[in-house]
């Protein structure tokens, strides 16, 4: 059975339509029918419905499509693992990380990986976590970086460094010169937050509950700068990881007590995918990186 019959059926499927299909494929409708018709033959079973006004599989038809997709997933992994360099000459690498990582993580890693391997091409996303598991499901990217609380068994999750949440303020507040401040102190102050599609703001509101806390939320942005930039500028204060107000200027960051808001930052893969030596160069990398961060 020849591969072209497999992605013939595939490109009618997915278009549920032999014309739309021939015309995505730049063939002839009649030559594709035919291919069509052969695949059918050759498994003895009729994979399309073709009676009614539209093309619609029938239920061996879905069933041979659920696996050809799982094939055609399998393939591209083999092309990559096939162009593959093990010196690291060439390659690329797809990464993903949740937006508080970016400002004191992502860059001093991104800097050491571009200069140890500068010819392999590396694509940074700013997803949320929810996302960043969805797309290593889906084979759409290589390793991502978020938080422990993994909800996928097929996604490993490998340690990297724990952060803690701080209250942070900027250098002219009341608080400013404190070294720490008492959980009460979330209930007096007001403060903007990521919102609620941040897996640290979901954080943040299962903290205060667990500890009866009923902070004054007066802004809310959906973007980490956003939030840096309105804490600079105004009275507002925010809740943030330590290490994020330390890479800005003009911030401070105040440990809460007496029971402290941490997380363990990890680097995560889908546990059976194809691990590129990119990506292992990268895992390694990141390892040192936080270890650094740790000391």
């Not at 997933?73 to 990380?97: C, F």
């Not at 797309?135 to 996928?152: K, P, R, S, T, Y």
């Not at 509101?205 to 939320?217: A, E, L, Q, T």
Request: proline share 3%.
């Amino acid at each position: 059975m020849l591969a072209r019959h497999i992605r013939y059926f595939q490109a009618v499927a997915e278009h549920l339509s032999f014309t739309k299909a021939a015309a995505a494929l730049h063939v002839s409708q009649p030559a594709l029918s035919q291919l069509v018709k052969q695949l059918e033959e050759e498994l003895g079973t009729q994979l399309f419905d073709r009676s009614g006004r539209t093309t619609q599989l029938t239920d061996t038809g879905h069933a041979y499509l659920q696996y050809v997709r799982r094939a055609s997933h399998e393939l591209r992994e083999a092309t990559r693992a096939i162009h593959d360099v093990n010196d690291l000459s060439r390659g690329s690498l797809r990464v993903a990380v949740t937006p508080t990582f970016t400002t004191y993580l992502v860059g001093p890693l991104v800097e050491a990986f571009h200069h140890r391997y500068p010819d392999i091409t590396l694509d940074v996303r700013e997803i949320s976590q929810e996302s960043i598991e969805d797309q290593l499901q889906e084979g759409e990217l290589d390793l991502g970086i978020a938080f422990g609380e993994v909800n996928c068994p097929d996604i490993d999750a490998i340690p990297l460094l724990d952060e803690m949440l701080a209250l942070v303020v900027n250098t002219g507040h009341p608080l400013a010169k404190e070294k720490s401040a008492g959980l009460q102190a979330l209930n007096t102050e007001s403060l903007v937050l990521l919102s609620r599609e941040f897996a640290t703001r979901v954080q943040i509101d299962s903290y205060c509950r667990k500890h009866g806390i009923h902070p004054k939320v007066m802004m809310e942005a959906n973007a980490l700068g956003a939030v840096i930039e309105i804490v600079r500028r105004t009275s507002l204060s925010t809740l943030l990881p330590a290490r994020t107000a330390l890479a800005q200027e003009n911030l401070v960051a105040i440990a809460l007590e007496p029971e402290r808001l941490t997380r363990t930052a990890v680097l995560m893969r889908r546990r059976d995918a194809y691990q590129s030596f990119a990506a292992r160069a990268f895992t390694e990398l990141a390892l040192e990186v936080a270890t650094r961060l740790n000391v």
